[in-house]
């Protein structure tokens, strides 16, 4: 029983035709994945962005906000964007900036912009 059982190791039943179809498989699938990649390569990618909302907090309440607005939108960043503000009343007399910008987020974060205010030191 063992002698029929190594005759059947033998055979080959897929023959060499199989390998020779692989090889040209695998060409033709390694050409389409290059093709793709080069397709890939020449698309711009996508840019994100985030939309933020700060409130820039005043020294005391004799601090002028007209030039702490200024002092801020004075911050110009590759990727940064200033929009719209407003005073908002915190409480006796006090009001806070709001003010909000676009960014693109590889370039510019939260924590650079939270430096960049936080060295008017006079005014916020």
Same mark, same amino acid.
């Given at each position: 029983?063992?002698?029929? %059982?190594?005759?059947?190791?033998?055979?080959?039943?897929?023959?060499?035709?199989?390998?020779?179809?692989?090889? %040209?498989?695998?060409?033709?699938? %390694?050409?389409?994945?290059?093709?793709? #990649? %080069?397709?890939?390569?020449?698309?711009?990618?996508?840019?994100?962005?985030?939309?933020?909302?700060?409130?820039?907090?005043?020294?005391?309440?004799?601090?002028? +906000?007209?030039?702490?607005?200024?002092?801020?939108?004075?911050?110009? +960043?590759?990727?940064?964007?200033?929009? #719209?503000?407003?005073?908002?009343?915190?409480?006796?007399?006090?009001?806070?900036?709001?003010?909000?910008?676009?960014?693109?987020?590889?370039?510019?974060?939260?924590?650079?912009?939270?430096?960049?205010?936080?060295?008017?030191?006079?005014?916020?």
């Amino acid at each position: 029983a063992a002698e029929e %059982e190594d005759d059947d190791d033998d055979i080959d039943l897929f023959g060499s035709d199989a390998e020779e179809e692989d090889q %040209e498989a695998a060409k033709v699938r %390694e050409e389409r994945l290059r093709q793709y #990649a %080069e397709k890939k390569a020449k698309k711009p990618g996508i840019v994100a962005k985030s939309s933020i909302l700060l409130d820039v907090k005043p020294w005391d309440d004799e601090t002028d +906000m007209v030039k702490l607005e200024e002092c801020v939108r004075s911050i110009h +960043m590759d990727g940064l964007l200033w929009g #719209a503000s407003k005073l908002v009343p915190v409480g006796y007399g006090i009001k806070k900036l709001q003010i909000q910008c676009v960014v693109e987020d590889e370039k510019v974060g939260t924590d650079i912009l939270e430096e960049e205010i936080t060295k008017f030191e006079d005014y916020v």
